[in-house]
């Protein structure tokens, strides 16, 4: 049903099922149109018709692993159009690609980010927060997670206050030594970089955080995700030991977590619309928000390249390939490889698992490739918190039920939440998911 491309919800056109300004999104069906809300479900919302924010109306289509798609009522029928307010289609509904970059193969990719992470180095408390997770200093080391810095406007307008002040090159300087190092002129398809045609030069997007590598089956990496630490975003002070912003004469505080509030000496966790989210792909791309209202895609930064969702696979030459667990987040997936000595997949989202069954020119997926390094088990680790959250448990089961569906050998992961939600929070504390054969 689905053609490929979809356009989120955003800030100015939330989903208007449940308000959210990210995750849902619209993608042209047969006849119109549709809307996936990937919150309903979780919601509990229950599969009817409903009225939308907008004051439209929402037909109920299908609920598809936990997504539930809906259909504006009017679109297709001139009797309910009145009613159905404007009649217009809510997006348009061609769109058109201006200038698009397509990322550079892997192989050069590889090249590039091995570049760029050698040039950074890992701050002191990116350091101890991966040691309070359980990392050794041999994962660190081998894991080649750096610490990426704060965007240059945010560096030299004092955004980040003394103590988290970045040690590493700023991010044009870091564009500047790449190029430098390997005897290029430009960082075209490079997902992250892009060309400031004001000053003649290459430079970086990216939030500051941990850079962490996805690595493709090969071993290469292909691409950067970025888990951020938050700042750059607002010009902090230190306060009560902590980065601290003012907003709304509120005294906001941030962490690895995000932003707090302090109350009675205990941190209390806000959201906040700019600081939502963990991880974020490294990508330099951002469309033009008036074109694309006018159905054209045109990337706001020059030459930049968008990076798009990727599994990644960690995987060492003594790990036993019998069995291959199948994780979501780079940082869990990568620990759980140290930890396991098994091969791991880390999905971006438990619900982009479909990028597992994805074939390439060659008619295979990454499982067969995983098949053909010697696995013969898949099994599913999602976060513990399934019997709670209904859309992790849909995607789980979804998941399992996929893997069987196209003959590969799946099994099911358990532990009680008590030892921590996720795999990686288990293994920390010592602890083994008991594995359940379908
Ligand atoms: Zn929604």
């Given amino acids: 049903m689905a053609q490929g491309i979809f356009i989120n919800c955003t800030k ?41 924010r907008d004051g439209k109306m929402y037909r109920f289509i299908s609920d598809k692993n936990c997504q539930y798609i809906y259909e504006e009522a009017g679109q297709h029928d001139a009797g309910r ?75 030299s307008n004092g955004y980040v206050p003394k103590p988290y002040k970045s040690s590493n090159p700023t991010h044009m300087q870091l564009a500047g030594d790449i190029l430098d190092e390997l005897g290029i002129s430009s960082l ?52 009560n030991g902590f980065p601290s912003f003012k907003e709304n004469g509120e005294d906001i505080y941030l962490d690895m977590s995000g932003p707090f509030l302090i109350k009675d000496g205990a941190k209390e966790r806000i959201k906040l619309e700019s600081f939502s989210g963990k991880v974020r792909p490294f990508q330099s791309f951002y469309a033009d928000t008036a074109l694309k209202e006018k159905g054209i895609i045109k990337n706001t930064y020059m030459y930049g390249c968008e990076s798009k969702n990727h599994c990644s696979i960690y995987c060492n030459s003594g790990n036993n390939m019998e069995l291959c667990i199948i994780t979501e987040g780079e940082k869990k997936g990568q620990y759980s490889n140290f930890k396991l000595n098994v091969p791991v997949i880390s999905l971006p989202g438990v619900n982009s698992y479909m990028l597992l069954f994805e074939k390439d020119g060659s008619g295979r997926c990454l ?72």
């Fill in 12 to 52: 100015t056109a939330p989903c208007p099922i449940c308000g959210g300004t990210d995750w849902c999104s619209w993608f042209q069906g047969d006849r119109g149109y549709l809307l996936s809300c990937k919150r309903a479900c979780r919601d509990m919302y229950n599969k009817q018709d409903l009225c939308g």
């Fill in 81 to 155: 159009r009145k009613y159905a307010g404007a009649g217009k289609p809510p997006v348009p509904r061609k769109i058109k690609y201006v200038d698009r970059v397509e990322p550079a193969e892997d192989g050069i990719l590889d090249v590039v980010y091995r570049s760029l992470l050698s040039k950074l180095v890992l701050e002191d408390r990116h350091y101890e927060y991966l040691r309070k997770e359980g990392w050794t200093d041999g994962m660190i080391r081998e894991s080649m997670i750096k610490s990426f810095p704060e965007n240059d406007y945010a560096r």
């Fill in 188 to 239: 075209k398809g490079v997902p992250g970089a892009y060309y400031k045609p004001d000053i003649d030069a290459w430079t970086f997007t990216g939030c500051s955080g941990l850079a962490m590598p996805v690595y493709n089956v090969d071993g290469q990496i292909k691409r950067l995700r970025i888990r951020m630490d938050y700042m750059g975003i607002k010009k902090c002070c230190m306060k």
């Fill in 367 to 438: 499982l067969d490739y995983m098949a053909g390094k010697g696995v013969r088990i898949f099994a599913v680790a999602f976060d513990a918190d399934r019997n709670t959250n209904a859309a992790v448990m849909a995607y789980y089961n979804a998941l399992l039920d996929r893997l069987v569906e196209n003959g590969y050998a799946a099994a099911g992961t358990e532990w009680s939440m008590e030892l921590g939600k996720g795999l990686d929070d288990l293994l920390a504390k010592g602890g083994f998911p008991q594995f359940i054969m379908l």
